[in-house]
């Protein structure tokens, strides 16, 4: 039969104990969470301040770069010898005649001539914009191998196209400070601002889409609330809700799928930018 001295017999006592100390001092370190604790509560969200912003209401079109107003048609008689000028002021930038060539008054014009250096964009805009564009309206204009110039909308088509529903409109270009020369045919893009709204204004991110809606979620009494809101216009990254919101209210920066209604949180208050140009 074994036998074991008293010595080895306390020293593991002595260890066992040690040990039992140990475990208690861990687990005094991290108590047990308490019954019915959320884990989420320990997690921070990040939250940002719903804020007025306003917002541009803005039409694009794109289209070519034409000739101005006015066509200048020579109408010189058969045989006959005459001394030409241009009836205005401008630049040529196409011409049909050849040297020797007959002239007659109902062929094709000799001479297309951009008066006073005018040029239009002729762009092709949706039916539902149509509407909103007027004459007059100012616009900026980005023209291919030229840059940024100025330009007011000068006529608006009354009709569409009746399989695109695209209808056109005419953008004068006012003002060229590029330095650069204007091409015939070369193409552009305008923006048209047609009017502005100004409301509650969150980032683009704090927005979900679903088959139940747009919602976002607010934190309210440190617990997810899910918001379900009408959206409007939409710039620099921030998009305007127009019901569902109000000014001030703390909504979930990022919302995402694994916050749900009721669940509670730690909000982090984000600053960031929200105004709409």
């Known amino acids: 039969m074994p036998h074991f001295s008293t010595l080895h017999l306390f020293r593991a006592r002595s260890a066992v104990l040690a040990a039992a100390l140990a475990t208690a001092a861990t687990l005094a370190a991290f108590p047990a969470r308490a019954a019915g604790e959320d884990p989420l509560k320990s ?45 205005v002021s401008g630049v040529i930038s196409a011409s049909t005649a050849v040297i020797g060539a007959m002239a007659s008054g109902k062929g094709e014009a000799l001479f297309t001539i951009i008066a006073r ?49 695209l209808g056109q409109v005419f953008i004068g270009i006012t ?23 100004c ?34 216009l939409i710039s620099g990254g921030a998009i305007e809700i127009r019901e569902g919101l ?9 919302a995402g799928a694994l916050l749900r209604e009721g669940d509670p949180v730690r909000p982090m208050q984000e600053k960031v930018s929200q105004s709409g140009k």
């Open 43 to 87: 997690e921070a969200v990040t939250v940002i301040k719903a804020t007025k912003a306003c917002f541009a209401d803005i039409v694009e079109v794109s289209g070519t770069v034409s000739a101005g107003q006015t066509i200048a048609r020579l109408n010189l008689p058969e045989g006959g010898i005459a001394n030409v000028t241009a009836p």
């Open 117 to 165: 250096g005018e040029y239009d964009l002729i762009g092709l805009v949706p039916s539902e914009d149509l509407g909103k564009l007027q004459v007059n309206q100012p616009s900026s204009i980005t023209v291919i191998g030229t840059g940024m110039v100025d330009g007011n909308v000068r006529r608006v088509a009354p009709t569409v196209e009746p399989n695109s529903q």
């Open 175 to 197: 003002r060229n400070n590029t330095g650069r020369k204007l091409l015939v045919n070369a193409s552009g893009r305008a923006l048209i601002k047609t009017g502005q709204s």
């Open 199 to 232: 409301g509650v204004a969150v980032p683009l991110t704090a927005v979900q889409y679903s088959s139940a809606g747009t919602v976002v979620q607010v934190v309210r009494r440190e617990r997810i609330e899910t918001k379900r809101v009408e959206t409007g």
């Open 246 to 254: 109000n000014d001030g209210d703390d909504v979930v920066a990022r």
